[in-house]
């Protein structure tokens, strides 16, 4: 499947929140809502995040943007393993993802969950998604979305956008932005992890509002259409 199929949204139908929420109970939590944002490395997501709180704040909505992996005690070894200064077991890694998960929902600092039950609409810079993807690449993609479930079903995303951008695209960002590569920013691993993003929505399409964009364009007109898909649950 091409890259223009996928951003004219022939892969997945945009869901709607009371489609999910009959298919597997809706695990979106309180008043506010939570959009986690995904991509292959360099995909843009930081800047599409920024955009995306402008919105909301020019509307008076009150919102939160975050990330994974965090900084938080778990976050730090990550960080210190994607950055090749610790040596670990891939799947040592997958699990350390979901700790470092599971505390960003749930602390009661910056937690996903208070922050929600709250009214506070929080946008974080990839999700379990990310896990789907980068670790699925070396193990059975299916124990990691069993890893991920009990933070899948303490908050689901109202909705999932996937910014889709070509892996030399995206390592050529890279390159411009940072002074260092991590651990999976090379052609090869990019290319993989892209197909496995694609093959966690298929796997997951009944249970989740997935919206697939085209990264390639300029960070405006990516701006325009994330919001064009996202308003309507602003309303």
Known sequence: MTMKNIAAGDVLAE???????????????????????????????????????????????????????????????????????????????AALFVADRMDHLLNEVNGIAPMLEEGITVISDRYYFSSYAYHGVDMPMDWVISANSQCRDIVRPLATVFIDVEPDTALERIAKNRFHKELFEKKSRLIQVREKYLEAFEKQKDLENIIIVDGNRPPEAIAEEIWGRLEKYFL
Do not use: W
């Open 15 to 93: 869901r709607t929140t009371k489609e999910i929420a009959e298919a597997e109970g809706t695990a979106q939590m309180g008043k506010g809502k939570f959009i986690a944002l995904e991509g292959i490395d360099g995909s843009g997501k930081s800047t599409q995040i920024q955009y995306l709180a402008e919105r909301l704040k020019e509307r008076e909505i009150r919102c939160y943007t975050t990330f994974e992996p965090t900084y938080s005690p778990i976050g730090a070894v990550i960080h210190q393993i994607l950055s090749g200064r610790v040596k670990t077991d891939n799947r040592a890694l």
